[in-house]
């Protein structure tokens, strides 16, 4: 079994500012890990993964996440962020077994000027 | 690389027809496709687990016989929602697998019954 939980249903910051988005994972194998992005009325884009080796992952758009296996936590996040960041984010954890994906509640991210 | 399409995106049809949406991985064979829906500020809820050349595995909860998934190419997949009411509509978003747990999403399909 595997499930995904994300701290803080919605997050706002100013523009230019640091964001932690948080992430909790349980998983009976090793996970594969996900952040995705999602804007309104589109699909999911791929931000960054993390499968084996090393623990901080970069991504897309200045964005990263470290994978914490003591803490079973996969924390994404941006040292500078801008408007254009807007938007939903959903953290997701594979069965590397069966590969399903598991999908948190989401953390919708607004960035204000 | 690693493209997925859908369509339509988006579709409006009356209650008690039937909507067939295709999901397509334009530049790489995908053994595995995933349909989910997803409902307003909600996350994805997965409905199934599609491989070529076999039937699809479906989650708890939801109905085969209305949700209808064909997974006929290594390309290709599709989700027909028979006889279809409102309480269908929703975002339906189709993924492609290419293994190492990846998953490459479609954009999406809008689906409104009236």
């Known amino acids: 079994a595997q499930s995904v939980t994300q701290l803080g249903s919605h997050v706002s910051v100013s523009e230019g500012a640091l964001v932690l988005l948080r992430c909790n994972y349980s998983?009976?194998?090793?996970?594969?890990l996900f952040w995705y992005v999602q804007y309104p009325n589109q699909g999911l884009q791929l931000l960054l993964k993390y499968t084996t080796g090393a623990t901080l992952v970069k991504g897309i758009n200045g964005f990263e996440a470290e994978f914490n296996k003591s803490q079973t936590s996969f924390h994404l996040r941006k040292p500078s962020v801008h408007i254009s960041d807007t938007a939903e984010y959903f953290c997701a954890v594979t069965n590397t077994n069966a590969g399903k994906s598991t999908f948190g509640d989401g953390t919708t991210l607004t960035v204000k000027p | 690389g690693a493209v997925v399409s859908q369509h339509p995106s988006w579709v409006i049809c009356k209650s008690g027809t039937s909507v067939k949406i295709e999901c397509r991985s334009l530049?790489?064979?995908?053994?595995?496709m995933f349909w989910y829906r997803q409902f307003p500020k909600q996350s994805l809820m997965l409905m199934a687990t599609s491989n070529e050349g076999s039937k699809a595995t479906y989650e708890q909860g939801v109905e085969k016989d209305k949700f209808l998934i064909n997974h006929a190419s290594l390309t290709l997949s599709t989700l027909t929602v028979t006889s279809a009411h409102p309480e269908d509509s929703s975002f339906y978003i189709c993924?492609?697998?290419?293994?190492?747990?990846?998953?490459?999403f479609g954009p999406g399909t809008r689906l409104t019954v009236t």
């Open positions: 993924s492609a697998g290419t293994g190492a747990g990846e998953q490459y």
């Open positions: 998983s009976s194998v090793p996970p594969y």
């Open positions: 530049d790489f064979q995908a053994t595995t």
